[in-house]
């Protein structure tokens, strides 16, 4: 689980104050299981490949220097979290790396280089990716601009054969089972409009309304 999202559960306490990308696509997504993570505090089931990712963010803002991030480019700002107001709903987003000198982002995810028959992304993916419109939104609402040109880094998985491999080298490759990290770094490039900003508003502040209508009809029976 996200940063931005553990910061919203407390067991038992649970209530809507704020809004983030990964609040409101759970949201869009599921709303049975939304429902059941958090006005319920029911824990999700493990996920392996959350688990695999966290351990690559986790290189990525502890060991920059590490040789496989050698084609990762570099912002100055990595995994910090970012609070603004969307009108009266308070929006908190969790760009992976920022840049305040150039009011750059750039979203770095990991995938295998085919995913159910097809890549785990590719531009038109990309160019649909909400997440990436709420974080340029974020940044022009909190500094007054953003750079229109983000990035999003695709992070290849392989198969390897893990068996083979000591132990400290599977730690250091981020091994999930026989997957692994080995260095390639996929970028591909997205300019967003201000009419994609706007969108992005609308879409997390009508999540925002929806699950606070549906949380105060819920909790009668909490």
């Not at 009108?87 to 295998?112: A, C, L, W, Y």
Request: glycine share 4%; aromatic share 14%; charged share 25%.
């Amino acid at each position: 689980m996200s940063t931005e999202v553990a910061s919203f559960y407390t067991p038992k306490k649970w209530k809507p104050t704020c809004i983030s990308y990964s609040f409101a696509r759970f949201w869009y997504d599921n709303k049975k299981a939304f429902r059941s993570r958090y006005y319920y505090g029911e824990k999700p089931p493990s996920n392996p490949a959350y688990i695999f990712g966290s351990a690559i963010s986790d290189m990525i803002k502890n060991e920059p220097d590490h040789p496989l991030l050698k084609n990762l480019p570099r912002y100055s700002m990595v995994d910090e979290e970012y609070t603004v107001m969307l009108g009266d709903v308070r929006f908190v987003f969790h760009p992976d790396m920022f840049e305040p000198f150039t009011f750059s982002f750039r979203e770095i995810k990991t995938g295998m280089q085919i995913s159910g028959g097809v890549p785990s992304w590719t531009q038109e993916k990309v160019n649909n990716h909400m997440q990436l419109d709420c974080y340029s939104l974020g940044i022009e609402s909190l500094f007054g601009q953003v750079n229109e040109l983000c990035h999003l880094d695709w992070l290849v998985k392989v198969r390897r054969d893990s068996s083979v491999l000591p132990s400290k080298t599977k730690a250091a490759l981020g091994v999930e089972g026989e997957i692994a990290f080995e260095g390639e770094v996929i970028t591909f490039e997205r300019v967003i409009s201000s009419a994609e900003r706007y969108r992005a508003k609308e879409w997390l502040l009508q999540a925002f309304y929806e699950i606070l209508a549906d949380f105060n009809n819920e909790k009668k029976n909490l």
